[in-house]
């Protein structure tokens, strides 16, 4: 079995003991992805649903990043809050819009952590296996 590259993590957008939705590379091209969760074990898999999302979206996603490590940087959260809530909206939109235009698959994340930082912003990066039905 070849080994999958490591592809970029751009965002995580919910994280609990791993990451649970964001928006990562697959083969050099943006998807948003999302935890499958297993009722049994009452946990999320190592599987994850991938959607292809567009350049204007990862854009949006980029700048949202940014405004929430300006967020959790100042003391005074009021500053950044109006204008990032309106890109983080934007980006909610985005997202969904885009998933709502091409069929998701699935695939298996092996999610690594590339440093410690101790905050939200750890870095990480995935290799995706696609699994066949």
Not at 6 to 24: A, C, H, R, S
Not at 85 to 98: E, G, P, V
């Amino acid at each position: 079995m070849d080994t999958e590259p490591l592809e970029t993590i751009y965002f995580i957008l919910n994280y609990f003991d791993g990451p649970i939705t964001g928006v990562t590379s697959f083969r050099g091209v943006p998807h948003y992805f999302d935890a499958q969760f297993d009722k049994i074990s009452d946990s999320y898999t190592q599987y994850y649903r991938l959607t292809v999302l567009s350049e204007d979206t990862l854009r949006v996603v980029l700048a949202a990043r940014e405004g929430w490590r300006r967020l959790i940087q100042t003391s005074n959260n009021s500053v950044a809050l109006d204008e990032d809530r309106k890109l983080q909206t934007d980006m909610d939109n985005m997202i969904a819009h885009d998933c709502t235009l091409s069929s998701p698959f699935l695939a298996k994340g092996d999610f690594i952590r590339l440093r410690e930082t101790g905050t939200d912003e750890e870095s990480f990066a995935v290799a995706w296996t696609p699994v066949d039905l």
